[in-house]
């Protein structure tokens, strides 16, 4: 499938279909609620600020190519003086940019579904670096995943369900140590034609990757220890058995990128998936 739909809304954010993980099913099966879902403002049952439900992952994503050295020290602000100072350690521009700008549409996320300001989050990290925003009791668990790459950034919300979001531009195959992939990646990977084959790394890896941020453990599970298969979408588990209760999608931010999403489910096939893309003037707004 090649880049998402998309289409104009009054608030010049711009929505994409999100596509189930299964990139080469005959008839993908195309959520189409993540049209107008935002503007619905019916979702209420375990619901977020009428927007997002335990069965709704809502991705926002951004280009931050085009933010200057102003929008982006303007953007710090939003951050606590423990984010500012990692935010200094970046060498370089692009890198700070990405960091700066990817936790304020963190931060703005949460305070658009908790009416919260986006300055006043804290969080704690989990016991391999899983960041979790610290809740107040009435508040719902509310969870997230944040992923950068080059020049875009992006996040995945969801409502009490573990969620893990990957982007990676995709470009000529990253330089990867032998053991990234299981073997039986490698053998499916081996079986396509060059094209179809850089196409389904990417789907794969960005897949890899996104599970390892649900279960929070990141890259302190070896990539190689589950295999994950594209057609059909599946994961499993290094006993042999298929990880149930577990929803996949990809999206595609922007022409050079694709990303994934995986949350926890009961259910996989009630989860909606929503899209959007966010302009700096809409996270500029919460300073
Ligand atoms: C999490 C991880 C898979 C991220 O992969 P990546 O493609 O390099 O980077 P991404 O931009 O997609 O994701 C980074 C974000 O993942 C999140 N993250 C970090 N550890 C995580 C974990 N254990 N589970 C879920 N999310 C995690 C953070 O929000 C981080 O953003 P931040 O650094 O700006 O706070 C990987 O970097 C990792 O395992 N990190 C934790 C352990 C670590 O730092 N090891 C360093 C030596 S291997």
Redesign the pocket.
């Known amino acids: 499938m090649g880049a998402g739909y998309e289409t104009a809304l009054p608030d010049s954010s711009r929505f994409c279909l999100a596509l189930p993980f299964d990139s080469t099913a005959s008839r993908p099966r195309i959520v189409v609620s993540a049209i107008c879902h935002l503007h619905c403002e019916t979702r209420t049952r375990n619901g977020v600020a009428g927007m997002v439900g335990s069965d709704d992952v809502w991705v926002r994503w951004l280009s931050t190519e085009l933010a200057g050295e102003a929008e982006t020290d303007g953007l710090a602000d939003l951050l606590d003086a423990g984010e500012r100072s990692r935010a200094a350690r970046f060498r370089h521009d692009a890198a700070r940019r990405a960091?700066v700008i990817?936790?304020a549409l963190v931060r703005v996320g949460l305070a658009k579904l908790t009416g919260r300001s986006a300055r006043s989050w804290e969080f704690r990290t989990?016991r391999?670096?899983?960041?979790e925003p610290i809740l107040r009791r009435d508040e719902p668990l509310i969870r997230f995943?944040?992923?950068?790459?080059h020049d875009v950034v992006a996040v995945a919300l969801s409502v009490e369900h573990d969620i893990?979001v990957?982007?990676e531009r995709v470009d000529n195959r990253m330089h990867l140590p032998n053991d990234a992939l299981a073997p039986g990646e490698k053998r499916y990977l081996a079986g396509l034609p060059k094209q179809r084959a850089d196409a389904a790394f990417f789907h794969i890896w960005t897949l890899k990757?996104a599970y390892?941020?649900a279960l929070?453990?990141?890259?302190?599970r070896p990539l190689a220890s589950f295999e994950v298969s594209l057609s059909p979408m599946a994961i499993t588990e290094r006993n042999g058995f298929r990880a149930e209760g577990w929803f996949m999608g990809r999206f595609e931010p922007g022409r050079t990128h694709t990303g994934a999403i995986v949350m926890r489910h009961p259910d996989p096939d009630r989860v909606r998936f929503q899209v959007e893309t966010v302009g700096l003037e809409t996270l500029a707004k919460h300073r």
């Open positions: 960091f990817g936790h989990g391999h670096g899983r960041p995943s944040l992923s950068h790459s893990g990957d982007i990757e390892l941020k929070g453990t990141g890259l302190s």
